[in-house]
Protein backbone atom coordinates (compact mmCIF):
# COMPACT_ATOMS: atom_id res chain seq x y z
CA UNK A 1 0.00 0.00 0.00
CA UNK A 2 1.47 3.53 -1.01
CA UNK A 3 1.32 6.50 0.61
CA UNK A 4 -1.34 8.08 -1.49
CA UNK A 5 -3.65 5.03 -1.09
CA UNK A 6 -3.22 5.69 2.97
CA UNK A 7 -3.76 9.27 2.42
CA UNK A 8 -7.19 8.36 0.59
CA UNK A 9 -8.66 5.92 3.14
CA UNK A 10 -8.12 8.14 5.87
CA UNK A 11 -9.81 10.91 4.32
CA UNK A 12 -12.44 8.86 3.31
CA UNK A 13 -12.82 7.74 7.27
CA UNK A 14 -12.80 11.70 8.48
CA UNK A 15 -15.27 12.36 5.71
CA UNK A 16 -17.89 9.76 7.92
CA UNK A 17 -16.61 11.18 10.58
CA UNK A 18 -17.92 15.11 9.06
CA UNK A 19 -21.00 13.33 7.93
CA UNK A 20 -22.23 12.17 11.73
CA UNK A 21 -20.99 15.62 12.79
CA UNK A 22 -23.30 17.29 10.86
CA UNK A 23 -26.11 15.14 11.20
CA UNK A 24 -26.01 15.30 15.20
CA UNK A 25 -25.99 19.27 14.26
CA UNK A 26 -29.19 18.70 12.68
CA UNK A 27 -30.59 17.01 15.77
CA UNK A 28 -29.45 18.92 18.08
CA UNK A 29 -30.87 21.48 15.87
CA UNK A 30 -34.50 19.35 16.23
CA UNK A 31 -34.01 19.29 20.05
CA UNK A 32 -33.17 23.22 19.99
CA UNK A 33 -36.59 23.78 18.46
CA UNK A 34 -38.67 21.52 20.64
CA UNK A 35 -37.29 23.62 24.26
CA UNK A 36 -37.94 26.86 22.64
CA UNK A 37 -42.27 25.73 22.41
CA UNK A 38 -41.92 24.74 25.97
CA UNK A 39 -41.88 28.03 29.12
CA UNK A 40 -38.72 28.59 30.35
CA UNK A 41 -39.82 30.11 33.64
CA UNK A 42 -40.99 27.39 35.63
CA UNK A 43 -43.66 29.41 38.73
CA UNK A 44 -43.22 27.37 42.14
CA UNK A 45 -46.20 27.62 44.42
CA UNK A 46 -46.32 29.18 47.39
CA UNK A 47 -45.73 26.15 49.52
CA UNK A 48 -42.97 24.92 47.38
CA UNK A 49 -41.17 28.69 48.06
CA UNK A 50 -41.56 28.56 51.89
CA UNK A 51 -40.12 24.78 52.19
CA UNK A 52 -36.97 26.38 50.05
CA UNK A 53 -36.29 29.42 52.51
CA UNK A 54 -34.05 29.31 55.21
CA UNK A 55 -34.74 27.74 58.73
CA UNK A 56 -34.43 31.52 60.47
CA UNK A 57 -37.27 33.20 58.06
CA UNK A 58 -39.32 33.26 60.82
CA UNK A 59 -41.86 35.01 61.07
CA UNK A 60 -42.89 34.27 57.34
CA UNK A 61 -45.86 36.37 55.97
CA UNK A 62 -48.80 34.44 54.89
CA UNK A 63 -49.37 34.07 50.98
CA UNK A 64 -52.59 36.77 51.73
CA UNK A 65 -49.91 38.77 53.54
CA UNK A 66 -47.32 38.43 51.33
CA UNK A 67 -48.99 39.65 48.22
CA UNK A 68 -50.44 42.64 50.22
CA UNK A 69 -46.69 43.43 50.80
CA UNK A 70 -45.54 43.28 47.00
CA UNK A 71 -48.90 45.52 46.63
CA UNK A 72 -46.99 48.30 49.19
CA UNK A 73 -43.57 47.29 47.57
CA UNK A 74 -44.84 48.84 44.61
CA UNK A 75 -46.32 51.78 45.31
CA UNK A 76 -44.00 52.74 47.77
CA UNK A 77 -41.42 52.66 44.48
CA UNK A 78 -43.83 54.64 42.71
CA UNK A 79 -43.65 57.41 45.15
CA UNK A 80 -39.77 56.71 45.91
CA UNK A 81 -40.44 55.86 49.44
CA UNK A 82 -38.73 52.11 49.39
CA UNK A 83 -35.10 51.53 50.48
CA UNK A 84 -33.66 48.65 48.77
CA UNK A 85 -30.97 46.11 49.51
CA UNK A 86 -28.50 45.45 52.84
CA UNK A 87 -26.83 48.67 52.94
CA UNK A 88 -29.34 50.93 52.21
CA UNK A 89 -31.95 49.82 54.78
CA UNK A 90 -28.81 49.37 57.36
CA UNK A 91 -28.67 52.84 56.95
CA UNK A 92 -32.33 53.91 57.08
CA UNK A 93 -32.74 51.91 60.42
CA UNK A 94 -29.26 53.56 61.64
CA UNK A 95 -30.88 57.20 60.53
CA UNK A 96 -34.53 56.03 62.87
CA UNK A 97 -36.48 56.03 60.06
CA UNK A 98 -39.87 53.89 60.19
CA UNK A 99 -40.94 51.55 58.12
CA UNK A 100 -41.80 47.74 57.53
CA UNK A 101 -39.03 45.68 56.74
CA UNK A 102 -39.54 42.59 54.40
CA UNK A 103 -36.73 40.12 54.12
CA UNK A 104 -36.33 37.29 51.73
CA UNK A 105 -36.09 34.29 52.91
CA UNK A 106 -34.67 32.87 50.46
CA UNK A 107 -30.99 34.32 50.33
CA UNK A 108 -28.12 32.34 50.32
CA UNK A 109 -25.67 32.67 52.40
CA UNK A 110 -28.12 33.79 55.02
CA UNK A 111 -25.13 35.61 57.02
CA UNK A 112 -26.09 38.35 54.50
CA UNK A 113 -28.82 39.64 56.26
CA UNK A 114 -28.86 37.69 59.97
CA UNK A 115 -28.11 40.75 61.60
CA UNK A 116 -30.91 43.41 60.00
CA UNK A 117 -33.80 41.13 62.22
CA UNK A 118 -31.77 41.99 65.44
CA UNK A 119 -31.30 45.75 64.45
CA UNK A 120 -35.31 45.92 63.88
CA UNK A 121 -35.97 44.86 67.01
CA UNK A 122 -33.73 47.38 68.50
CA UNK A 123 -35.13 50.44 66.56
CA UNK A 124 -38.87 48.61 66.85
CA UNK A 125 -39.24 48.69 63.29
CA UNK A 126 -41.65 45.74 62.43
CA UNK A 127 -40.23 43.16 59.98
CA UNK A 128 -41.31 39.76 58.14
CA UNK A 129 -40.18 37.32 55.59
CA UNK A 130 -41.24 36.57 52.25
CA UNK A 131 -40.74 33.08 50.39
CA UNK A 132 -39.12 34.67 47.16
CA UNK A 133 -36.24 37.09 46.45
CA UNK A 134 -36.56 37.23 43.02
CA UNK A 135 -40.63 38.02 43.67
CA UNK A 136 -39.41 40.81 46.18
CA UNK A 137 -37.08 42.06 43.39
CA UNK A 138 -39.95 42.35 40.97
CA UNK A 139 -42.25 43.72 42.98
CA UNK A 140 -39.56 46.50 43.80
CA UNK A 141 -39.01 47.79 40.02
CA UNK A 142 -35.69 45.79 39.61
CA UNK A 143 -34.86 42.81 37.47
CA UNK A 144 -32.44 41.40 40.02
CA UNK A 145 -33.58 39.74 43.02
CA UNK A 146 -33.54 41.91 46.28
CA UNK A 147 -32.58 40.21 49.67
CA UNK A 148 -34.63 43.36 51.94
CA UNK A 149 -36.77 46.72 50.76
CA UNK A 150 -37.89 48.91 54.13
CA UNK A 151 -41.66 50.30 52.71
CA UNK A 152 -41.62 53.63 54.31
CA UNK A 153 -45.30 55.90 54.58
CA UNK A 154 -46.78 57.50 52.38
CA UNK A 155 -49.43 59.81 51.17
CA UNK A 156 -50.47 58.04 47.75
CA UNK A 157 -50.65 54.52 49.83
CA UNK A 158 -51.36 55.08 53.55
CA UNK A 159 -54.50 52.62 53.79
CA UNK A 160 -52.24 49.94 52.30
CA UNK A 161 -48.94 51.37 54.29
CA UNK A 162 -51.26 50.69 57.68
CA UNK A 163 -52.86 47.58 56.93
CA UNK A 164 -49.46 45.50 56.54
CA UNK A 165 -47.86 47.54 59.49
CA UNK A 166 -50.57 46.04 61.35
CA UNK A 167 -50.38 42.88 59.76
CA UNK A 168 -46.72 42.45 60.59
CA UNK A 169 -46.47 43.76 64.03
CA UNK A 170 -48.92 41.24 65.17
CA UNK A 171 -47.28 38.43 63.68
CA UNK A 172 -45.33 36.15 66.68
CA UNK A 173 -41.97 36.86 66.87
CA UNK A 174 -39.33 34.04 67.11
CA UNK A 175 -37.68 33.77 70.11
Do not use: W
Not at 14 to 27: F, P
Not at 76 to 85: H, N, S, T, V
Not at 133 to 162: C, F, H, I, N, W
Request: glycine letters at 6%.
Amino acid sequence: MGKRKREDEEEGEAGEEVVAKEESLDQSAVDLDESQTKPAVTTRSYDELVELASVIAKPMASRKLTKRLYKAVRKAKKAKKLRRGVREVVKALRKNEKGVVVLAGDVSPIDVISHIPVFCEEKEVPYCYVPCRKDLGLAGGTQRPTSVVMVQSGKDYEDVYQDCHSQVSGLPMPL
